[in-house]
């Protein structure tokens, strides 16, 4: 019933067509970033269709999140492409790994979009990185969690090439993936779940890593740990809900990434 309900209030908002934030727009960079910020988690997985294309256009569109969110897999011929899952099986029309294609073999898949989303969405082709960054680099701050760090060499060379460093957040679950992204000289984001981040000391990396990406079902004790961390932007994930944004709030994160950004930044 909970879930009935927090899609049924998703869809209406989704669909009203007004922007719930000030339109992006504009040269993006991190200095512009107000407090809280919110992140479209996916582009808003409950939203639109993850990770594809024109979800991310609608959210841009939308102005409903101030950062979108996009996953990075690396192809067999080194393509870094938008992907959460290892797999294609879960939102394609394909099955198997998604490390054994080609690009060519990328260009055949489509994205399907799942029955519970509202509007007219069509299957489509999922997009590679580069097409993101050419669409939406500069226009709006971007988060890209990289799942395969071989791919990191790369995406810091299609960063540089544009001249995005400053815009967008290299995301990682691990500390010494971290560190090989700020020596790349990027915007580093570490992500820790409620279990790790019970023994985690976020001090530690205050000195590399630009923002802790923190579990929104962490212990209370955990969240004003981060909080005080000295790491300068500390945001809950995926938060989905006005009650657990709000706790995460009060126990000190200053960010909000949210697979319902137009859920939880209505009215804010």
Not at 1 to 6: A, E, G, P, Y
Not at 36 to 49: K, M, N, T
Not at 90 to 109: E, H, I, M, N, S
Request: hydrophobic share 40%.
């Amino acid at each position: 019933m909970v879930t009935r309900s927090l899609l049924t209030s998703i869809a209406a908002l989704s669909l009203a067509g007004t922007p719930l934030l000030p339109p992006a727009g504009g040269s993006a960079a991190i200095d512009t970033l107000p407090r809280p910020v919110y992140v479209a988690h996916r582009g808003g997985a409950l939203e639109v269709p993850e990770n594809s294309m024109s979800g991310l256009l609608a959210a841009y569109r939308r102005g409903s999140a101030h950062i979108l969110d996009v996953d990075v897999r690396r192809l067999r011929d080194g393509t870094l492409v938008a992907m959460h899952d290892r797999t294609l099986d879960r939102t394609t029309d394909k099955r198997g790994p998604v490390r054994r294609l080609t690009l060519a073999q990328w260009r055949k898949v489509r994205l399907l979009p799942p029955a519970r989303l509202r509007g007219a969405w069509k299957a489509e082709r999922p997009p590679t990185v580069p097409e993101v960054l050419d669409r939406l680099g500069g226009k709006v701050v971007l988060m890209l969690e990289v799942k395969d760090p071989r791919g990191l060499p790369a995406l810091a060379r299609e960063l540089r090439l544009r001249g995005l460093t400053r815009s967008v957040f290299v995301n990682t679950n691990s500390p010494d993936v971290a560190r090989r992204i700020h020596a790349h000289g990027l915007l580093t984001q570490l992500w820790r779940s409620a279990k790790q981040m019970r023994g985690d000391r976020p001090s530690r990396w205050r000195g590399f890593v630009d923002t802790l990406d923190v579990d929104y079902r962490a212990r209370a004790r955990d969240l004003r740990r981060a909080a005080a961390s000295g790491i300068p932007r500390v945001w809950a994930h995926t938060v989905n809900t006005p009650r657990d944004r709000d706790r995460a709030l009060r126990l000190g994160c200053n960010g909000i990434i949210t697979d319902a950004p137009g859920l939880l930044t209505r009215g804010r």
